[in-house]
């Protein structure tokens, strides 16, 4: 049974910086793709940033591209999300996906499971 389970997510100020982690369990392939998702109140799931678990390509949404910096450590089969310079859009739930094959595409309904979700609010 695959599991994604996020964490890291709160309340941050404008300029701040907030990591989120995803940890991943159950899932048996070695070539894959994993990325993070945000979706803000009344508005789609959009693609956020996304990495291949072999060679560590990365793809960034135009909006977070030189702010945030994915990473993925295979031994612990955890990605991060290091964000900064966090602005008040950057508000949303934040989700944790995995696909399978090294495509990265930004679009959510190329990944096949899900984390629960993390709220990451920027505000003063």
């Known amino acids: 049974q695959v599991q994604l389970v996020e964490s890291g997510g709160g309340l941050v100020q404008p300029g701040g910086s907030l990591r989120l982690s995803c940890a991943a369990s159950?899932?048996?392939?070695?070539?894959?793709?994993i990325g993070w998702f945000r979706q803000a109140p009344g508005k789609e799931r959009e693609g956020v940033s996304c990495?291949?678990?072999?060679?560590?390509?990365?793809y960034y949404g135009d909006s977070v591209k030189g702010r945030f910096t994915i990473s993925l450590d295979n031994a612990k089969n955890t990605v991060y999300l290091q964000m900064n310079s966090l602005k008040p859009e950057d508000t949303a739930v934040y989700y944790c996906?995995?696909?399978?094959?090294?495509?990265?595409?930004?679009?959510?309904?190329?990944?096949?499971?899900w984390g629960q979700g993390i709220q990451v609010t920027v505000s003063s």
């Open positions: 996906g995995i696909r399978a094959g090294g495509r990265l595409v930004p679009a959510p309904g190329e990944y096949d499971y």
């Open positions: 159950g899932f048996a392939l070695d070539l894959y793709a």
């Open positions: 990495i291949r678990s072999t060679d560590g390509s990365a």
